[in-house]
């Protein structure tokens, strides 16, 4: 098997992340002879700038035959004037390309590194062995909902975006979730707003559901969102997989990304399906959580790590190599433990010492 990458660095710091991270991944895949077909192209204002589009037809056209994309980021406040024709998904490369492939169900995996546990805000012995997977919906709800506008015909303009679930949105983003809590510590809490949202009571309902029926031996709790993000931040050890909706997802993937010590530490990896046994032969998305930071940009002191463990998450998701998933995650660990960090976790190695580093520490493991 040739495993075929679409890299789009993005805006921002995104090129850069995506740089190291490619360094790594064409170094674990020769360690394992597993051949590399790889890819690169512009996406979100570097495309605009290049070809007057955030995304170009060809790109989505790639982005269907390839096995995993490995993205950076998209954002450039020097274009946030521009409005362009159409829905949410027009606007927005990247929101473009999580429609067109479907990748609806977004793994965000935050870790306590014990390297960092002094480098959070919170204390070590809060937070020490976390390891929590935050599973957000993302291609529904109000962020993509063609239901949107403002109307100003009144005396007061009236901005709204719907806020909707279909049943078949929520079951299939379940069974992802539950089919990942499996291959964990076989425990999820859904979080939602059913005590006010009527699409938060059909979430619950839905979730319960196929919970009870279809994955009778993972452990199912239920939190309203704001309770969540209050426990979240009181004892985020306790929690293993969270599943929530776009918008929850959004913000306690960013909260949770404290426990790590920075946004710049956080992967996440994007299915339109997962296998039983945790599989995905769909194109999916790798990317880190953070954006593209137009205030580090060109500096060469970006996080590399959320972008490197996301590669550690395209070996074992698209490409099956848990083993191979592990060492990368080893080396980072490794590299973070020998002292190496860039500014936004204490230290002043720029990008590429740290990616150095993990590479020396991989081929070490
Ligand atoms: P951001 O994630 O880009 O930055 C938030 C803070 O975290 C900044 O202080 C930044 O310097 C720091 N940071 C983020 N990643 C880092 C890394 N790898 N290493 C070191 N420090 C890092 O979020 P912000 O500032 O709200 O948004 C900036 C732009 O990014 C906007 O245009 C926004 O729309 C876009 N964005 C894009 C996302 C994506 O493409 N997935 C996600 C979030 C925001
Ligand atoms: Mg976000």
């Given at each position: 098997m040739t495993l075929k990458v679409l890299a789009l660095g993005g805006d921002g710091i995104g090129p850069e992340v995506v740089g190291a991270a490619l360094q790594v991944l064409e170094v674990a895949s020769k360690s394992i002879g597993l051949p590399l077909d790889i890819s690169e192209d512009a996406l979100g204002w570097t495309a605009w700038e290049r070809y007057g589009t955030v995304i170009r037809p060809e790109t989505l056209s790639k982005a269907h035959a390839c096995d995993a994309l490995l993205v950076g980021a998209v954002g450039d406040p020097k274009w946030d004037h521009i409005v362009i024709e159409g829905g949410p998904e027009d606007q927005d490369g990247l929101m473009k390309l999580r429609h067109e492939l479907q990748v609806f169900a977004c793994l965000r995996w935050a870790r306590a590194h014990a390297a960092l546990l002094e480098h959070?805000?919170?204390?070590?012995e809060v937070i020490i062995n976390t390891d929590l997977i935050v599973i957000r919906e993302l291609c529904g709800g109000a962020m993509f909902s063609p239901t949107r506008g403002i109307d100003e015909s009144g005396q007061s303009r009236r901005a709204y975006d719907l806020n909707e679930y279909t049943e078949a949105e929520i079951e299939r983003f379940a069974r992802v979730g539950f089919e990942v809590a499996r291959r964990r510590r076989k425990r999820v809490l859904s979080v939602d707003k059913s005590n006010v949202f009527i699409a938060g009571k059909l979430w619950r309902e839905v979730v319960d559901r196929i919970g009870k029926r279809e994955f009778p031996d993972v452990e199912l709790t239920h939190f309203f969102a704001d309770n969540a993000a209050y426990q979240l931040s009181c004892r985020?050890?306790?929690?293993?997989v969270i599943l929530a909706d776009n918008l929850f997802g959004d913000i306690l993937s960013d909260q949770s990304a404290a426990v790590s010590g920075s946004l710049g530490m956080l992967p996440s990896a994007c299915f339109s399906h997962l296998q039983e046994?945790?599989?995905?032969e769909r194109p999916a998305i790798y990317e880190?959580?953070?954006?593209?930071?137009?205030?580090?940009?060109?500096?060469?002191?970006?996080?590399?790590c959320g972008t490197i463990l996301s590669v550690a998450m395209l070996f074992e998701?698209?490409?099956?190599?848990i083993d191979c998933a592990r060492k990368i995650e080893g080396a980072v660990d490794a590299a973070l433990n020998s002292g190496f960090a860039t500014p936004d976790i204490g230290g002043d190695h720029t990008t590429q010492q740290i990616t150095d580093e993990v590479i020396r520490q991989f081929s070490r493991l």
């Open positions: 959070t805000s919170f204390k070590p985020p050890a306790d929690f293993d046994g945790g599989r995905s880190p959580v953070h954006g593209s930071a137009p205030d580090i940009v060109g500096q060469g002191i970006a996080n590399p998701y698209s490409a099956g190599e």
